[in-house]
């Protein structure tokens, strides 16, 4: 049996970070949340196997943790999912480095797709 | 008994004897009456020969009376019979003198016979012819004086400008015409002669003609008269107008044969007449129409005739004294009348315009024009002319001027209000350049109103928007459309404020394009209010979407759980709720893409894409989600498209839903696609209700929705053709529908093939929300 993969999930409302956990764990993905997108900037060991970041959350754009993230060396190899309300920003999370973005809401198979390709 | 001799003697006839013994010509014998003619003696003749006798006349050196008489003489005896010599002149000596008489002689010459047939002598027998000879002479030189006359008179006829021609008998045949009335009357002679009058002229019967001349050929009084014929004259019909007098002709035997008719034209003097009295009329009646009245003013003497219309003016029925006119005139225009006659005296012309009251105490005016008259030492006499009664027109006028009066007026109130509003106003010509602002657009910008003139106001606009409102403007006016235009405008204070521009194509009466008149209007606190609203909905949608993506996750979740265990009705409830999370969410989509395209922000992300086979996907989808329409496609080869794959998605799915949801009866929906023109063309064809023609254009509108019958209300906020309508004109395409109601409609839109190379970035389409300027 496969190790499960951990997937860190970032996002400031709760019921995203409930409903969403239960989704990747139904997936078989062992799931690490928070809402505070700065302590991912700190994070110094135990990397997860992909980040799933909202980009719109309190005090932090998400874009800019992921620049910061993939200009460490340490943790530009995790893969980073850019997630948001608005399609439109898509462009802008791709430049800011992330390896895929998914707009809210989203369809279980959608998501779950572009995380067993990352992974 | 008389004997030969004696006759021979007494005869009066003039004998001589002749011998044959040429070349002498003897006298043998010769009678008293030779000698009495010759005034010779006998001894001066017998047995001469007649030569000697009568040698040749010395003064007849060329009338060869020898060699005629000699002739004469051998031909008598050769042919044995009288030979005559006539009418030759054979002048006779008057005896006792030099001098000779004129005689002029026809002589037979008479050969007497003997037994033996020949000649035995010639008797010689001269009569004297003088008198008869002169006689024929003077009446030749008679003849030819009278035929030099007749030629003359001849010459006279045919040459006379004047018409003559003579006619003969009942039928009036006309015996003769000179070439002047030929040309009047513009016939040939050949025509005209011999033939009856009336065959030539067949149109100058029944004009009395005929009795005329009748009249003049029975009782001999000549008539004299004027007639008009119609006369064919190169080419054309005249009226020619002749003036005649026909006088009798008589023989000398004083009966009347013929009629002389003397003819000349006078169709100048009378066609100069009629215009003259044509003029005259015309004048006259010039003078009718406009009723003006006349008045001749004898200035030494004061005394003034006056017409009958003159004094109806003056409000009398008939002409008055001149004092009884001045007495009439409005007081007040005394002064001027006055002037007017002193200037009048020097100008030569009088001029003026006067009220009249009448009895009645009513008012007219009268204007009053006349030439003066001066006698040898410049002392003006008299004065002519007219008066005509100008009361309607003064009161016209007195209209107008109150009109304009009203209408400066009313260009007061235009001022003032213009400047107090809080609307700028401008006028452009018809090349846009402004001519017009206000005091208001003057107000805001803080600069003087020559600043603005032509393309000056431009300055005044936001940079980023200047282009913009100005490129809008050329196109506008370019195509005499309505102007319309919102932009940013630097206040002299130094906000910026937004306006909206209206401008309204003017045209001149004659239909040309004059320019515009329009408007500014501030409508700042709209824009904060709308950004507000739009900044209101976009946070509100996007809040909504998070508790909208939990409760999906959930549904997801909890419908994977339960058909995992096998809950398959549970299962199915949760889909259709899923189904209907994603209504919610479209629906949020759709919200926040108004406020997008409200602001403006409306992004675009352009890729290359194979436009048939990602159609196909997009049909493939919604296919699943409707099991009553199938979904036909009709592709034709498209190629590649480079456009925002996501959006042009959202519109090909919003038409075939649409399409779904207005043909609740029918059971298919048939997409076309094609290339027309450098251009992608889709239809989605449905066979729905359709749309009434008169809301045809307005399904494009935000917030339209297509009613339908009580039973059949349709959901939706009406947003979808809105949005799809605004990604295809950001996507520079075009978008329509065809439809008939109750029989479906067609929605298409074209986009173009291939565009500029672009990066693949994203691409923004409007210019930035820059809002509020407090």
New interface residues.
């Given amino acids: 049996m496969n190790v499960m993969k951990n997937i860190m999930l970032v996002d400031d409302?709760p019921?995203?970070l409930?409903?969403?956990t239960?989704?990747l764990e139904?997936g078989g993905y062992n799931v690490m949340s928070t809402d505070n997108g700065a302590q991912l900037m700190n994070m110094e060991s135990d990397f997860p196997d992909l980040i799933l970041l909202d980009i719109?959350i309190s005090g932090v754009d998400g874009r800019d943790i992921c620049r910061h993230l993939k200009a460490n060396e340490n943790t530009n190899k995790i893969p980073i999912v850019l997630v948001s309300?608005?399609?439109?920003i898509?462009?802008?999370a791709v430049k800011a480095g992330a390896n895929d973005f998914i707009s809210?809401?989203?369809?279980?198979n959608d998501l779950l797709n572009k995380i067993a390709k990352l992974t | 008994m008389v004997e030969y001799k004696d006759i021979f003697d007494l005869t009066r006839a003039a004998l001589l004897i002749i011998a044959t013994d040429a070349p002498s010509y003897t006298i043998l014998d010769v009678n008293n009456a030779y000698l009495s003619v010759t005034n010779s003696s006998r001894e001066e003749l017998i047995n001469k020969s007649v030569f000697a006798a009568f040698p040749a006349n010395p003064t007849d050196e060329v009338s060869k009376n020898i060699e005629r008489t000699i002739f004469s003489f051998e031909e008598a005896v050769r042919t044995k019979a009288t030979h005559t010599m006539s009418n030759y002149r054979y002048d006779i000596p008057v005896r006792g003198t030099d001098e000779f008489e004129e005689r002029y002689w026809t002589t037979s010459n008479t050969p007497v016979l003997d037994e033996d047939g020949k000649v035995k002598f010639l008797i010689h027998s001269p009569s004297n012819v003088t008198e008869l000879f002169k006689l024929g002479e003077r009446e030749k030189a008679g003849i030819v004086a009278l035929r030099e006359q007749r030629q003359q008179l001849y010459a006279t006829f045919m040459q006379t400008p004047v018409g003559i021609a003579i006619f003969r008998g009942p039928e009036l045949m006309v015996d003769l015409i000179n070439p002047s009335l030929c040309e009047m009357v513009g016939k040939p002679m050949k025509e005209i002669i011999s033939k009856p009058l009336f065959e030539i002229f067949s149109y100058a019967k029944g004009q009395g003609i005929k009795k005329v001349m009748e009249g003049v050929r029975i009782t001999g009084i000549p008539y004299k008269g004027q007639i008009m014929v119609p006369i064919l004259r190169k080419r054309k019909i005249e009226d020619v107008y002749l003036n005649f007098v026909c006088e009798p002709f008589r023989e000398i035997d004083r009966s009347i044969s013929a009629i002389i008719a003397v003819v000349t034209e006078v169709t100048d003097q009378v066609m100069a007449k009629q215009k003259l009295e044509e003029a005259e009329e015309r004048g006259r009646l010039a003078v009718d129409a406009v009723e003006m009245g006349t008045y001749d003013l004898d200035l030494s003497t004061g005394e003034m005739i006056t017409s009958k219309r003159f004094a109806n003016i003056f409000g009398f029925a008939e002409p008055v004294p001149r004092k009884e006119y001045v007495r009439v005139f409005h007081p007040d225009d005394y002064a001027r009348r006055e002037r007017a006659h002193e200037e009048a005296v020097i100008s030569g012309r009088l001029f003026y315009e006067a009220r009249i009251i009448w009895k009645d105490n009513s008012i007219h005016w009268g204007r009053v024009e006349g030439k003066v008259y001066y006698d040898a030492d410049r002392k003006a006499t008299r004065i002519l002319g007219t008066l005509l009664d100008i009361t309607e027109q003064k009161l016209a006028k007195e209209e107008q001027q109150k009109l304009i009066k009203l209408l400066q007026d009313n260009e007061q109130l235009f001022r003032s209000i213009t400047t107090a509003a809080p609307t700028a106003l401008w006028m452009s010509d018809e090349n846009g350049a402004i001519t017009y602002v206000n005091q208001t657009w003057i107000d805001w910008t803080g600069r003087p109103f020559e600043e603005h003139m032509g393309d000056g106001w431009t300055i005044f606009i936001v940079e980023e928007d200047r282009k913009r409102a100005g490129d809008k403007f050329l196109t506008d006016l370019n195509n005499r459309n309505f102007y319309e235009v919102e932009f940013r405008l630097k206040h002299a204070d130094g906000t910026v404020r937004w306006c909206v521009a209206n401008g309204k194509p003017q045209n001149n009466e004659d239909g040309t394009f004059r320019g515009y008149i329009g408007s500014c209007v501030d409508i700042t606190e709209q824009k904060n209010l709308q950004q507000q609203k739009d900044d209101f909905i976009g946070i509100a949608s996007?809040e909504l979407?998070?508790?909208?993506?939990?409760?999906?996750?959930?549904t997801?979740?909890l419908e994977?759980?339960l058909s995992k265990v096998g809950e398959t009705k549970e299962s199915t409830l949760i889909k259709r709720m899923d189904k209907q999370?994603n209504r919610l969410?479209s629906l949020i989509g759709d919200l926040?893409d108004v406020t997008?395209i409200n602001s403006g922000r409306?992004?675009f992300?352009d890729t290359e894409f194979d436009f048939n086979s990602y159609l196909h996907e997009i049909i493939d989808d919604l296919q699943r989600t409707s099991a009553k329409h199938r979904l036909i496609e009709d592709f034709e080869p498209t190629g590649i498209v480079f456009a925002d794959k996501?959006r042009i998605g959202q519109v090909v799915a919003n038409l075939i839903t649409n399409a779904i949801k207005y043909s609740p009866r029918s059971d298919k929906i048939i997409i076309h696609t094609s290339c027309q023109g450098g251009e992608l063309h889709l239809c989605v064809q449905d066979f729905g209700i359709g749309i009434p023609e008169n809301n045809l254009n307005k399904v494009f509108e935000q917030f339209y929705r297509v009613s339908g019958d009580v039973q059949h209300t349709f959901p939706g906020l009406g947003l979808g053709l809105y949005i799809s309508s605004e990604i295809i004109q950001r996507e520079g395409g075009r978008i329509w529908v065809k439809s008939k109601e109750g029989q479906g409609s067609i929605f298409c839109f074209a986009l173009p093939l291939r565009k500029a190379v672009a990066t693949g970035?994203?691409v923004q389409r409007a210019p930035k929300e820059l809002i509020n300027a407090k």
């Fill in positions: 409302d019921g995203i409930d409903s969403v239960v989704m139904l719109w309300a608005s399609r439109d898509e462009i802008s809210k809401p989203f369809e279980m | 996007h979407k998070t508790p909208v993506t939990s409760i999906k996750a959930y997801q979740v994977l759980m999370v969410t926040l997008k409306l992004q992300n996501d970035e994203n």
